[in-house]
């Protein structure tokens, strides 16, 4: 027979529990609603999508076919005939156009043959005539998403398939190498992080995997460092862990990562970021560009490359060096990738893809279509920006502003 006293704790005990047990479940129903509701909307929220104007190709044209899918490749399209926007394939004289069910034409197709650096035929797909000239698809600007706060972002949406695993194996390198193996908590980073918040008092260290990040940066206040939004960051953790696979966790990763500022927009997720500070796909990003843009997670503002190339180079040479401890790199491979140049755009990420032209445009939108909900619906918005001409008049203002400063 126990003893009264003892009987008395046996039952606070119990009661703890169950206490513990009821408070843990009711939270853990009221985040998993939220969740689910988020979740029903799919990692790509709704947004306005802000084209540029066609690009003309005519007969005796200076252009060459890999020109042709350099830009077809800014627009969306790739190589793989399933892909919605659009596909090409590409020859030694010629290319090969077919615009997708996604695409802003009515799926005409093209072929164009070069000789001499010049275009000297085009023929449509449909009826096999020869034509004068061919509009290529339009250059996709940016997604636009006005969010609460008057906080504007820009993404460019990826699927987990478009990720070259260069990326995918940096992102684990720089945060969270364990991630395909653990079920949401990292225990030897959480014990670390543990010893080294209560030394401190205060939470100093972070332990947080990819998938705790993606609960803080959605559904929780970016900015509070408690016990209580860790909590909460843990239920959330728990119910998306138990809802989604590795896979989609990490592409709502990649769609959602705050990777720095251009002019007044928010960059989010890789696809954007890409474009902004490389000028390019995400799925052709180099080893040094992956490892640079994985850098960019913990301090985007610090660490971009435009503005701190020295910060940025440094870092990324920290994720290289992670990269080969954790066998994803040869030794050569990171003595090759640690000594690269920055490559980003000329004229910075701010010129990169017309943004006072896209401010414009969202202002406009806003102004004049005030039926419209544009943060619940989506919007193709077809522009007449010339991207020649931005990326020309861009590269003008560069080298005034460079010669100015050398001249101070």
């Known amino acids: 027979m126990l003893h009264p ?28 609603a939220l969740i689910d509701a988020k979740l029903r909307t799919g990692p790509y929220p709704s947004a306005s999508m802000i084209f540029a104007a066609p690009k003309t190709v005519t007969l005796g044209d200076e252009i060459t076919p890999e020109e042709i899918a350099e830009e077809l490749r800014r627009s969306g399209y790739t190589e793989s005939p399933s892909n919605p926007m659009g596909w090409y394939n590409l020859r030694s004289d010629a290319i090969e156009i077919f615009p997708g069910p996604d695409s802003y034409f009515d799926q005409e197709g093209g072929v164009l043959r070069f000789e001499g650096g010049r275009v000297v035929e085009i023929i449509s797909t449909r009826d096999h005539t020869a034509r004068t000239q061919y509009l290529l698809e339009p250059e996709l600007l940016t997604n636009l998403y006005q969010n609460v706060g008057n906080r ?161 180079k440094a870092r990324r040479n920290v994720v290289l060096s992670l990269m080969r401890e954790n066998g994803y790199i040869t030794e050569a491979q990171f003595r090759e990738a640690a000594a690269a140049p920055l490559t980003v755009v000329q004229g910075g990420a701010e010129s990169a893809d017309a943004p006072y032209f896209v401010d414009l445009v969202n202002n406009q939108l806003q102004d004049e279509f005030e039926q419209y909900d544009f943060q619940r619906t989506s919007h193709r918005v077809y522009t007449t920006l010339d991207m020649d001409l931005q990326r020309d008049a861009a590269e003008a203002v560069r080298l005034g502003m460079q010669e100015v400063d050398e001249q101070l």
Request: net charge positive.
């Open 152 to 312: 504007r972002e820009k993404r460019r949406p990826v699927k987990f398939s478009d990720l070259p695993p260069v990326l995918v194996q940096a992102v684990l390198s720089a945060e969270d190498k364990r991630f395909f193996q653990h079920a949401g908590f990292d225990p030897f980073r959480i014990l670390k992080a543990a010893y080294v918040d209560l030394k401190e008092g205060r939470i100093a260290e972070g332990a947080s995997t990819l998938t705790m990040q993606l609960a803080g940066s959605i559904w929780l206040n970016r900015s509070e460092r408690t016990w209580k939004r860790k909590a909460a960051e843990v239920l959330i953790t728990l119910h998306l862990e138990r809802k989604l696979s590795k896979e989609q966790i990490f592409e709502y990763y990649a769609n959602h990562i705050d990777l720095g500022m251009r002019g007044s927009f928010s960059i989010r997720g890789f696809g954007e970021a890409a474009q902004a500070y490389f000028g390019k796909d995400v799925r052709d990003l180099t080893l040094p560009e992956a490892a640079t843009l994985a850098g960019l997670i913990r301090q985007p503002s610090y660490t971009n490359p435009v503005r701190w190339p020295e910060r940025a």
């Open 5 to 32: 006293v003892g009987r008395t704790l046996l039952l606070l005990v119990v009661l703890v529990g169950i206490a513990g047990l009821a408070a843990f479940t009711y939270y853990y129903l009221k985040f998993a």
